[in-house]
Structures are given as structure tokens and as C-alpha cells.
């Protein structure tokens, strides 16, 4: 009988609500193609937006993921989704980045993940969150993320 890795998965392939809150969001995960070998995955979401916790204002961050996986890779439609789901939701930067960091780490248990979250300025100062889980394999392809740091006019 022929193995069906993508079986069980809810939200891809047709349509999905989005969800009202992180803590609403399901993410989901397939087998990755490539066990035991130290591939890189990248997401970048430039428009990743959420609500300051106390004044209700917009934040907008340019987020940008890269992990190893070990046995799961992230559904990717499940991922924008829970992205997403931070829209209409208040925590502070740290907060954000380290939930989206906290949630895939707990569904996937990478080899190695890394986050970084380049807030743009509000009040005239911008934020910028990193986290990684611990040091990559030797040997393996990590390319900067190349995201420019804020500059402001000219």
C-alpha cells in the first residue's frame, strides 16, 4: 500500500477561514523529502503586521525564517495562515517573534532554527528580534538574511 504523506492535512487545497488569533491558528506538517540531510528552508513574510498591546497601533515587520529540518517540514499554507493570524493580535515584538519561534520549534523539532524580525519604527525607533535554537551543522549552507537595517530618508 502506497504511504500518503499529505493525508490528515485541513487547510490545504481548499478554503480556510483565517484564524482569529495565534492561539486559534493550527499549523500543520509534512514529512520532510530529505531526512537526514542539512538542507535549509527559508520563509520571508515582508508584510507580517500585528498590534501594539496597548495603544492598539499597527506594527509591520519584514519576518524571515530558515530552519533544518529533521522530520517535518512546515505545510506552507498553514504557516501564512498563523502569520497571519497576528494581524488583530497586541504583543509586543519580542512576544511575537518568540511565539512564532516557540510554535514551530515544538511541531517540527529542527536540527537548527533561526528568526529574525525586522520591525519597522513606530514612535522613531525600530525593534529588531533574533532568536536561534543553537549552533547549525558544520557543513551546512546558512546565507545571510539580507535584510537591510533601517536607514530612514536617504
Excluded at 504523506?5 to 483565517?18: K, M, N, R
Excluded at 498563523?82 to 529542527?110: K, Q, W, Y
Aim: charged share 20%; with cysteine; glycine share 8%.
Amino acid at each position: 500500500m502506497t504511504e500518503k504523506p499529505y493525508a490528515g492535512l485541513t487547510q490545504l487545497g481548499q478554503p480556510t477561514a483565517a484564524p482569529a488569533s495565534p492561539d486559534a491558528a493550527t499549523m500543520e506538517r509534512v514529512p520532510s523529502p530529505a531526512r537526514g540531510k542539512h538542507y535549509v528552508v527559508r520563509f520571508a513574510c515582508p508584510e507580517f503586521t500585528s498590534l501594539c498591546p496597548l495603544t492598539g497601533q499597527p506594527d509591520f515587520a519584514h519576518i524571515v525564517i530558515d530552519y533544518i529540518p529533521r522530520d517535518w517540514i512546515v505545510e506552507s499554507k498553514s504557516l501564512k495562515l498563523f502569520l497571519g493570524s497576528f494581524r488583530n493580535h497586541g504583543a509586543f515584538h519580542e512576544a511575537c517573534t518568540m511565539t512564532i519561534a516557540e510554535r514551530l520549534v515544538a511541531l517540527l523539532d529542527p536540527v537548527w532554527l533561526r528568526i529574525g524580525a525586522y520591525f519597522y519604527p513606530r514612535g522613531g525607533m525600530p525593534i529588531d528580534v533574533f532568536y536561534q535554537t543553537g549552533t547549525p551543522p558544520d557543513g551546512a549552507f546558512i546565507p545571510p538574511q539580507d535584510v537591510a537595517p533601517y536607514r530612514g530618508r536617504g
